[in-house]
């Protein structure tokens, strides 16, 4: 279903959207959801000392900002970059490849899963400096539907200990919520308070606007948390269309919502099927999709090109590709989902691929997720 025809859309209080065409679209009183962050209610926790700790973890937010690291670690690996690359690099390649490299989607992994070797933050500093990776975040999968791959969020947290290059995204499975209204609460702000940048990756079982992910939305608003959300057939629900998703990013102006993976990916063509949800479509993409019209629409909403997905999505039509690429570039992160020892990634070939103005390739290379981290 073709969502309407979104240009820009606004959020009032009263909860409708207005677009900037003057057209109404469909209420999101249905989500019963506040438009801005909100004090946890009184009766769920003392708000005085509420509010200190926020600060605190405002404070702390703030200070474990990590600089970029010298253009020489760039340099350093430009040797392994060449050597895969036509040697007849252009002016325009150089300058490309001289620009800071921040991957907003790899993984730390604890033990073996499906015949794969586990990937510690040493390896996976190590892979980043072969291919000439600046700094990457660093994400948990903490739900049942990311089995057979699991990294808990207090595994990531202490794995990546002292790796300054690495910034740790957690997730808060929301169906904890069955232990108390608070659980969700105190499990994220104790993440925060030991150095979660962001949530990540959301792959929980649920619809993406379920009730129950409410509380953690409003959260990440109040925290000033990015969120990504792993959208596909087993996880973060949403049909054919992205109506649901639409709800969310509405509702939540506060958050920034970095989405990813079949689901969503599969969106950048109009002609999306129920199948399509769960896998890499090779038809050449069809003009009028929802990714473009959401990413256009919402300045919450970003792509998060890792995976084979995002990878998809850019090479299965590309001339589409390229024009998407220069059409959205300030809401597209570079990222890989890089999640074992040897994982072969293509996405270090985009920047040969296709053409961009280096001003282009740096909003997506890093500038983008820089702003995301606040
Ligand atoms: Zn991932």
Same mark, same amino acid.
């Not at 002292?162 to 290059?165: A, K, N, P, S």
């Given at each position: 279903m073709p969502g309407p025809g979104v240009l820009r859309a606004d959020t009032n209080r009263s909860g409708s959207r207005q677009l900037h065409r003057g057209i109404i679209v469909r209420? &999101?009183? #249905?989500? #019963? &959801?506040?438009?801005e962050p909100t004090e946890p209610a009184p009766s769920s926790i003392d708000g005085s000392s509420t509010t200190t700790r926020r600060r605190t973890l405002a404070t702390l937010a703030a200070t474990s900002g990590i600089a970029l690291p010298a253009e020489t670690t760039v340099a350093a690996t430009d040797d392994a970059r060449d050597a895969a690359t036509e040697p007849d690099a252009s002016t325009r390649d150089d300058a490309v490849a001289d620009l800071p490299l921040f991957d907003a989607h790899t993984h730390v992994v604890p033990a073996e899963t499906l015949g794969r070797d586990p990937l510690s933050a040493d390896e996976l500093v190590e892979w980043l400096d072969a291919v000439g990776i600046d700094r990457a975040v660093v994400h948990a999968l903490d739900s049942p539907e990311a089995y057979p791959v699991q990294a808990p969020s207090w595994w990531v947290l202490e794995e990546l200990e002292?790796?300054?290059?690495l910034v740790p995204f957690c997730t808060v499975d929301p169906r904890v919520d069955v232990y108390g209204a608070d659980t969700v609460l105190e499990r994220l702000e104790s993440l925060v308070e030991r150095g979660a940048r962001g949530i990540g990756e959301l792959k929980a079982g649920v619809a993406i606007d379920d009730e129950r992910l409410e509380r953690l939305y409003e959260l990440c608003a109040e925290y000033d948390l990015p969120a990504l959300v792993h959208v596909d057939d087993k996880a973060m629900l949403d049909a054919v269309g992205l109506p649901r998703f639409e709800d969310v990013l509405a509702s939540y102006p506060g958050v920034d919502f970095l989405a990813h993976a079949h689901g969503w990916w599969a969106h950048v063509s109009a002609d999306v099927s129920e199948s399509d949800l769960g896998r890499y479509p090779e038809r050449p993409v069809e003009p009028g999709g929802r990714v473009p019209e959401l990413l256009a629409g919402y300045d919450n909403c970003y792509g998060d090109l890792a995976g084979m997905s995002g990878w998809n999505a850019l090479t299965r039509d590309p001339e589409f590709g390229q024009a998407f690429l220069e059409d959205h570039h300030e809401h597209l992160v570079f990222g890989t989902d890089y999640l074992y020892p040897g994982h072969e990634i293509p996405h270090l070939e985009l920047f040969d691929r296709f053409d961009l103005e280096r001003e282009a390739w740096s909003a997506i290379r890093y500038r983008n997720l820089e702003s995301l981290l606040g």
């Open positions: 209420s &999101v009183d #249905a989500l #019963a &959801v506040s438009q002292g790796h300054d290059r």
